[in-house]
C-alpha cells in the first residue's frame, strides 16, 4: 500500500467523522501496488443507508482528504443502497485495501 499508516488513518477518521461509523472506505487501484510508482489516489466509501445527495456527500469528505494528500489527485467513489451499482464498487472491494 502506497500510502502512509497515517494517512490511512486520517482517511478513515474523516470518513467516519462526515459520514458515521457505518462507512467503510477502500483505496484501490495504482495505490495498491507497492511495485508501482506515481498515481492518483482511489477511495471506495461505502455507507449502509440512502443518500440524498451523491455530490454532497462527496464534496463533504474529498476536500479535507486532497488537502490531507497536499494536493493530489484524488478519485472518489460513492456506494450507498439507492444509488447505482457499478463494476467499479466490486473492483474497488475485490482488488482493495479496506481502511
Do not use: C
Amino acid at each position: 500500500m502506497r500510502i502512509t499508516d497515517y494517512q490511512a488513518k486520517r482517511v478513515k477518521e474523516i470518513v467516519t467523522e462526515k459520514l458515521g461509523s457505518a462507512a467503510r472506505v477502500w483505496l484501490f487501484g495504482s495505490r495498491v501496488d507497492d511495485n508501482a510508482r506515481g498515481g492518483d489516489i482511489d477511495l471506495m466509501i461505502s455507507v449502509p443507508y440512502a443518500v440524498d445527495s451523491a455530490a454532497a456527500v462527496t464534496e463533504s469528505v474529498i476536500v479535507p482528504i486532497i488537502r490531507l494528500f497536499e494536493g493530489r489527485k484524488t478519485d472518489l467513489v460513492l456506494e450507498a443502497p439507492n444509488l447505482k451499482s457499478l463494476p467499479i464498487h466490486e473492483i474497488a472491494k475485490n482488488q482493495g485495501i479496506e481502511l
